[in-house]
């Protein structure tokens, strides 16, 4: 890992959290360096859902690689997307 590296991770969320699964992401390589904001995010959103589905499943470790590049870009996965659909499925399921 590198200063380059470094500095979006200090402006990310809780850096002690996530900073194992970011060092380890790293040292594998990044796979994900360049793969594109929208293809990223689609596949979050599939492992988001997916959790959901099945909540006593452990973390996903693709989860924790496409969340640690998320961070090492300065930025951070789409949660309004998930926030907004979960949000209406428990509603729905009230209705019953």
Do not use: F
């Amino acid at each position: 890992m590198n200063d380059n590296d470094v500095k979006p991770i200090a402006r990310s969320q809780p850096t002690e959290v996530w900073m194992p699964g970011i060092h380890d992401y790293v040292s594998r390589g990044r796979r994900l360096k360049r793969t594109p904001e929208l293809a990223l995010a689609a596949a979050w959103i599939v492992l988001i859902r997916a959790r959901v589905a099945s909540p006593e499943s452990e973390k996903d470790p693709r989860r924790v690689d496409i969340e640690a590049e998320y961070s090492l870009r300065g930025s951070a996965p789409p949660y309004e997307v998930v926030t907004s659909k979960m949000e209406i499925r428990p509603r729905a399921s009230q209705c019953h």
